[in-house]
């Protein structure tokens, strides 16, 4: 654990002040969170073929379409009306509500804008099986952690802008499938995540009475540095370097 | 899904018969089992450094730990006293009886012989994410699934003492750390697994009466492939090419 040497130096029963718990969070995406990955490297930088994108477009997918899931199975464990209001409305930036399609629909407009077959994308059946197990292990987390640990595995959107901000600055000037429209879902998710976090990092401050419970929290958002972070291993693995796809996964149509 | 013809030929939902069933589950084995992977022609070849051996024990112990949970699970989900006296003897075999150590520990002498301590092993601390989602993927699956999945995926032990024999002879060949006494887990699995495997295969075959649970058992052994394939894929990614290790994950001491 690298944590600032203000924390470092507390005694390890004592609690942390809002301040130094946030810090300690963000000490955590400065080092542990996916936009330090060789892949997002590639990626933003236009280093990525078709099919290296095409792989990340449809794994990402199921990350995606998992999202809500997850946030349904928080909702299914509180009993606080307030928390399950506020909390529902990322069911509806992902699921749409309105005139909004919501962001999976965004998601797929983005694999078709890469050549991917929707429903092919929809099966999830080519993706990777390592992207699987970390995206249902985050979804399980959620479901049989405490509620404050699956309000806290959250926490990663705290780092989201920034990367978010360098996809779309990235692919807009390096391929050409990037336009407004394709990718709509980055640009959505620049005003929705701050929203998110803003409510979950001050609710889940105020509930941490413990220092245990504010180790908790920290580890929470440390699983999730590494749910985010294993998919992108998984990528590069089948489809940079050495480029082995695992049996059944996705083969990008130059390699097959 | 690659099945032999005389299997693609026949109707949809027409019932397999038990020597089609048991073909179409070694053609799997034949196309997906881990003893394909490159990493294990590395290790059986003697083209694993000391530190690449360190990972791969480092990071199986979790896989080894976990399958009494796994097994325990399955047992909690029968109500069939002689199903679970069978397999009672897996616990056993892994967790030790009478004057037998058990599999886990004789791994844990395994791992001191490759220089690792027992404590920093047990404690799960370095292993990579990835391998934790996938294990965790698979005890959660015998938990979750139909009694005739949770069975069937194990049924990779078909596949498994070729893959013993082949480490055994390479381990011995190319590695100081190899004797008698630090590979004693191997030796001892090429008794245990057919034992079981020879069980499990005429239960499943007898008990699947639809070819939707032929199907269903063909599925989970798939699963259960890329549960150990997807461990290895993340060992090769972090120690040997390219060799980014994950964040908090173990580092050999020549890359410190």
Known sequence: MSLRPDVQ??????????????????????????????????????????????????????????????????????DDPALRRVWRSRM?????????????????????????????VMSTRGILPATRFAVDAYVRFVRDRSLLEALASSLTELFAPKIHEERIAGLLEHYDFANERSIAYFKRRLNEAPKDVRFTLAHVIERAGTRAEQEAILGA???????LWAQLDALYHAYVAPGHIPPGAFVPEDRR
Chains 1, 2 share one sequence.
């Open 221 to 227: 958002v440390r699983f999730k540095t590494d749910v």
């Open 92 to 120: 509806e930036d992902h699921d749409g509500a309105g005139d909004n399609e919501g962001g999976i629909e965004r998601w797929l407009r983005l694999a078709e804008a890469v050549g991917l077959e929707r429903d092919y």
């Open 9 to 78: 130096d507390l005694a390890p029963d004592a609690l942390m002040s809002p301040e130094q718990l946030e810090t300690a969070l963000r000490e955590i995406g400065a080092t542990r969170y996916h936009n330090l990955h060789p892949f997002h490297k590639l990626l933003h930088g236009g280093q990525c073929d078709h099919g290296q994108v095409q792989a990340w477009v449809l794994n990402r997918f199921y990350y995606q379409a998992s999202i809500p899931m997850k946030d349904a199975a928080l909702m299914s464990r509180t």
